[in-house]
């Protein structure tokens, strides 16, 4: 037997025609309703409710990259910023400290530098330049002194401003480095200006210091987009970016843009004060969709999961109860054959002992005639030795006694029809059934063996319960054997309070897959889709109405055997509900 047989429900293929219309009513067409229904009633609010996850996970994720992005982004901000206002801070000690004779005096500035360089560090030189541009004094490893410097953008700028950062250009003719200047009035009105190159490594070791993923990026440019740190992706110092470049906020920011390659990139910025440098982080979208890859992997094998056991727990549900409403339909269905046969043996009861009525007013007078027949036959010596005479006498009232035993099984076995608990001999109900059975068993060339206890058994018990279960069971061996067989009925007393009726055929058998399901109403192993299947359903249902058991025994080809267990008493509780 197929795995599909073996969990293939009992209603799977079974029709019943109902309603006015007789229409066949398909209980796996029910059975599919019930899951369809049931399983988009309860996988849509699931379905829904792991969409609205996705997304608020997806946004959780994004909003913490985002805060992350801005907390790396504002603490190196921060800390350039913070190592730009000491240098500038010390700037401006150097030039309040000083008078700017001494500070044009070289050994002073060469002391200055060394000691800022030792202090701070990120020095390369320092110089003087006065109101009209001329660098006055200079200490470092360029060649600047005597040089004028009044075209120049960063002086201009810190004339207006008195604060200048000079980012880094590629035409410079110096090694990459920024240029820090600041303005100081002296007391006749005019000014000088106190320039300094600042190293570039150190930014360099600050943006290198920060922990960031193998794809992430960071690096400061100037607000024309010109690098003046190195950059994974983008090129070295001087390389302008392809990212667009923000315009001028406060704070941290971040937005999204699309890399060179076409990549979408979150970009977090911070622009650095009193400067035109920008400090800029990328970080791929790629790489936030790999950190939402499995939380997104482990809601789909949870969803998956819940999926799964839905759908089982509905097909296990649905299975369950239209089991129930089968079951419940073949139990009313049979329940109503059940009756319509009582009534059809009713019937029969009452047209057998109708008839046995009628038969019995005949043969009543054909007895006395064939009597006084025989009686003045007697009294002439004639005919008294006419042997063959008094033998037609005697072959008429043998007949007649003959069909009065018959007349007196019929009324004997349509009076025990009723149900009702009485006191009855065993053996004297098998032979009534086999006086009645006795003509058929003979046209069907079947052999009855009949093995009864020498002693009498004496039943308190329904005898119309028990009369109709041997009759079901001898009338199945007969269907079993077809013509010709042997048919053993045995009888035997197991306790005094319980005896077995075993009745055998050697009829066709039953296959072993059926046995199972031979109690089942509506089952029939007949060929041909005789009868209705009903039998030993009914059959079980008295054996267990009267309190017994019922078994059944049987190899394909070699016949059946029946064993039904019957109390000799039936109990009060199962009198009260017979």
Not at 397 to 420: M, P, Y
Not at 452 to 473: A, H, T, W, Y
Request: proline share 4%.
């Amino acid at each position: 037997m197929s795995i599909i047989k073996k969990i293939k429900p009992r209603f799977w293929d079974h029709y019943d025609a109902s309603g006015a219309s007789m229409q066949p009513f398909s209980f796996r067409r029910k059975w599919k309703l019930i899951v369809i229904l049931t399983s988009v009633v309860a996988l849509i609010p699931l379905l829904v409710m792991t969409l609205i996850d996705f997304q608020l996970t997806k946004r959780a994720i994004e909003s913490e990259i985002h805060v992350n992005m801005i907390r790396t982004v504002s603490n190196t901000w921060q800390a350039i910023s913070s190592s730009l206002t000491q240098r500038k801070a010390a700037l401006d000690f150097i030039a309040r400290d000083n008078s700017y004779e001494n500070l044009n005096q070289a050994e002073r500035l060469s002391g200055i530098l060394k000691s800022l360089q030792e202090g701070l560090g990120g020095f390369e030189d320092i110089g003087v330049v006065d109101a009209r541009g001329h660098v006055q004094a200079y200490t470092g490893p360029y060649d600047l002194k005597g040089a004028n410097v009044y075209s120049d953008k960063c002086f201009q700028s810190v004339i207006k401003k008195g604060f200048y950062i000079k980012d880094m250009h590629g035409e410079a003719e110096t090694a990459p480095h920024l240029v820090m200047a600041t303005k100081h009035v002296l007391q006749d009105g005019s000014f000088f200006v106190l320039r300094s190159g600042l190293d570039n490594n150190l930014m360099n070791n600050m943006i290198s210091r920060l922990d960031i993923g193998r794809a992430d990026d960071a690096f400061i440019v100037s607000n024309e987009g010109v690098l003046q740190t190195p950059s994974r992706s983008h090129g070295g110092i001087y390389d302008k970016i392809s990212l667009p470049i923000p315009e001028p906020v406060s704070g941290t920011k971040t937005m999204e843009a699309m890399a060179q390659d076409g990549t979408p990139v979150l970009v977090g910025y911070a622009h650095i004060p009193d400067t035109s440098l920008i400090l800029m982080m990328v970080k791929p979208k790629s790489e936030i969709m790999a950190m939402w890859y499995k939380p997104r992997m482990k809601l789909v094998g949870l969803l998956v999961l819940s999926i799964a056991v839905i759908l089982l727990a509905v097909l296990g549900s649905a299975t369950y109860l239209v089991q129930r409403i089968h079951d419940a339909d073949q139990k009313r269905v049979a329940a109503l054959h059940q009756v319509e046969y009582s009534n059809k043996l009713a019937s029969l009861g009452r047209l057998a002992s109708g008839v046995a009525h009628e038969i019995n007013n005949p043969l009543a007078i054909i007895n006395q005639k064939a009597g006084l027949i025989k009686d003045l036959f007697t009294m002439h010596q004639s005919y008294a030795s006419d042997e063959k005479l008094m033998g037609l006498v005697k072959g008429v009232l043998s007949s007649v006694e003959r069909a009065g035993s018959i007349t007196g099984q019929l009324l004997n076995f349509a009076r025990h029809l009723d149900t009702d608990i009485e006191r009855f001999d065993l053996g004297e109900m098998v032979g009534d059934l086999m006086g009645l059975l006795e003509k058929e068993a003979e046209f069907r060339r079947i052999e009855i063996s009949l093995k009864m206890p020498g002693e009498k058994i004496v039943l308190e018990s329904d005898r119309g319960n028990i009369q109709q279960i041997c009759l079901n069971l001898i009338n199945n061996a007969f269907a079993a054997m077809e013509q010709g067989g042997q048919l053993d009925i045995k009888v035997a007393v197991n306790t005094p309070q319980q005896i077995t009726i075993v009745i055998a055929d050697n009829g066709h058998g039953i296959p072993p897959a059926d046995l199972k399901r031979v109690f089942e109403p509506f089952f029939s192993t007949r060929a041909g889709h005789k009868g209705t299947g009903l039998g030993l359903s009914i059959t079980y249902g008295l054996v267990k109405e009267i309190g017994g058991d019922i078994a059944v025994e049987s190899k394909l080809g070699e016949g059946t055997r029946f064993i039904v267990t019957l109390p000799m008493k039936v109990s009060p509780d199962r009198q009260q509900n017979t």
